[in-house]
């Protein structure tokens, strides 16, 4: 067991460690942050986002929920994707689920969970858009990896609706946004591949903000 004031001594050990290699590590970190990458994950302990995709500090810009949601009127989240956008520029914006996540789980099940009704609901909005293919899939745990997989698809999708992604994207051909998926058995991040040009298009007709 790791004790609080451990904490401290990793902190030391770790310092010396990026300081050994380069003096002015520290000094370079501390002057700005130009991150390409905006990655939206769940607050899931086991789901490191600096470490899975092998990138340093100050290399990609972290918001992080329970299930990796993007909802219009969390503020959190909108001036994380405000921020990255307009003041970043960063060139990809990644939604990335897990497989296990207790957050889906949690929205898979039919029973009250008091202050995490309405944040779950997001979710569970997710498996009634979807219910016909979900109620095909009779392994549990095949379902839940899939409504994993979809959740990740929609809240790509609510962050193709906000106004900055879509009105820097067509002045400047960036961000894009991106679906992953890691896979806590095996370590590996999976690519859902989505279609971010045609999902904008598929939306504007109702989801058009670039005024």
Not at 69 to 78: A, G, H, P, Q, R
Not at 106 to 131: C, F, K
Not at 190 to 203: A, G, M, V
């Amino acid at each position: 067991m790791i004790t609080y004031e451990q904490l401290f001594e990793n902190n030391k050990k770790w310092v010396e460690q990026k300081s050994s290699g380069n003096p002015g590590y520290f000094e370079d970190l501390a002057r700005s942050q130009s991150p390409e990458f905006l990655y939206i994950g769940c607050s899931d302990s086991r789901v490191p986002a600096n470490e899975i995709m092998g990138l340093e500090p100050g290399e990609v810009f972290v918001h992080r929920n329970i299930a990796n949601l993007v909802n219009s009127i969390d503020l959190n989240c909108m001036s994380v994707i405000n921020y990255a956008v307009v003041h970043l520029k960063v060139k990809y914006i990644i939604v990335c689920g897990h497989y296990n996540c207790g957050g889906v789980k949690a929205a898979m099940e039919s029973r009250d969970l008091g202050i995490l009704n309405p944040w779950l609901r997001t979710i569970r909005d997710v498996y009634r858009l979807h219910q016909d293919e979900l109620d095909q899939i009779f392994d549990d745990t095949k379902r839940y990896n899939r409504l994993v997989e979809l959740n990740v698809n929609e809240q790509c999708l609510n962050v193709i609706k906000t106004a900055e992604v879509q009105r820097c994207y067509k002045a400047t051909g960036y961000p894009k946004v991106a679906g992953w998926v890691f896979d806590l058995k095996k370590g590996n991040l999976i690519d859902l591949n989505i279609d971010f040009e045609q999902d904008l298009k598929n939306i504007q007709k109702i989801y058009n903000l670039d005024i």
